[in-house]
């Protein structure tokens, strides 16, 4: 067949990105919330700082930005919601109708994902209320844990939150591609960064600046398991939106002159500087009050109240910041229910407004299982943890990787060298053949050897 009859020849039913940079803005936003921010120093501390950082970097390099190309040229290419598009494709390339699996993974993923997420962008959403009342001016560590327990405690408030948080997130995908998600992350990752920038300086003279940064890039690899590294695998995945067809789901309203080479970079650096940025403002708070790094998933709900207690405006800039979690938080939640609503969009006719419902109401009757995690099943714990790290880890860890690695092997060995080269078209033969190269060799076995080593078998 006539490669170009190919690309080009179809259009998505759900309109396009106005543009490259709104592309870039909306998978930015996708990539760029709680997993930078909340979830990465968290991992990190509990996975022992160094090490845990260096081989994230390498999964985010070597594996994470040739999955995310994948993604987002089987998304073009297919110009479908992700099920249909690695069905047709798989087709298409003669291959089995069975890829779609793939993406029906990703669905699921995405419903799992969502359910603790939303929960714990309530407790953002809590706190920007709490930081406007002024809770945290002058208030030490019991104090701050007096606020993060009574939260955390009661149902009903975690439930308030995570319905709200819900809510929002079906208002905006109801609203489709550009009405919605391109308005909605158009200012938030330039302010976000700025705040962060904000409280940089207050860690540099926080007198734990030292430590903290050594904590984070100084690495003891005595310390590294098979348990480490898989940690750092997932949060790669994690944070990068990747496995779950997310960024697949985005690739499909991707204009056809964009370059996914030179796009995928950036959102990689974008996302990956943020994490870094966070974590340099967490670990100094930490060790400058005494704090351990390994607390858990409430370490920065714990930490940066401190620092903005402690700060001149630090009631303004402390809703500001939680503000932007939110919003940081919201763009992402967009991106996990965008394949599903799609999906059902295409496959039973129905509005956007009607899909996100129904599937907003799933995650949110779902989300209670987290809601619950930290006050009357916090003693239910088993495999993982509670059953919010469960979820957790079951998706982070076991569906994203897995997932990634069948869209990078469909991308590398399923789909011909001329369909992949024609979607991408990289500036230089050179770097089709670095993409290649990695996502033929270097992720699969990477990804399978990761896998063995976790469940101990290497
Ligand atoms: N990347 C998002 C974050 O870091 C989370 C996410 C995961 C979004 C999977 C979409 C899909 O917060």
New binding site residues.
Partial sequence: MNQDAVKGARQSLHGQWSSRLAFILAATG???????IW?FPYVAGESGGGAFVIIYLGCILLIGLPVMMSEVLIGRRGRRNPVRTMAVLGEEEGSTRFWGLVGGMGVV??FL?LSF?SVIAGWSLAYVVESASGAFTGADSAAVQAVFGGLTDSVSRLGIWHTLFMVLTVVVVARGVQKGLERAVRVLVPALLVLLFVLLGYAITSGGFAEGAAYLFRPDFSEVTGGVVLMALGQA????????A?IMAYGAYLPEDTSIGSTSITVVVA?TSIALLAGLVIFPIVFANGLAPDQGPGLIFLTLPLAFGDMAGGQFFATLFFVLLSF??WT??I??IEPAVAWMVERFDVTRAAAASVVGVIIWLLGFLTVMSFNVLSGATFGAGTIFDNIDHLTSNIM?PLGGLLIVVFAGWVMSENSTANELDLATPARYRLWRFLARYVAPVALVAVFLNAIGLF
């Fill in positions: 996708s990539a760029v919330g709680l997993g930078n979830r993923a995405g994902i997420y995945f994690f944070t990068l939106s990747l496995g779950m997310a996302d940081a938080a992402s939640a991106s996990m994203l």
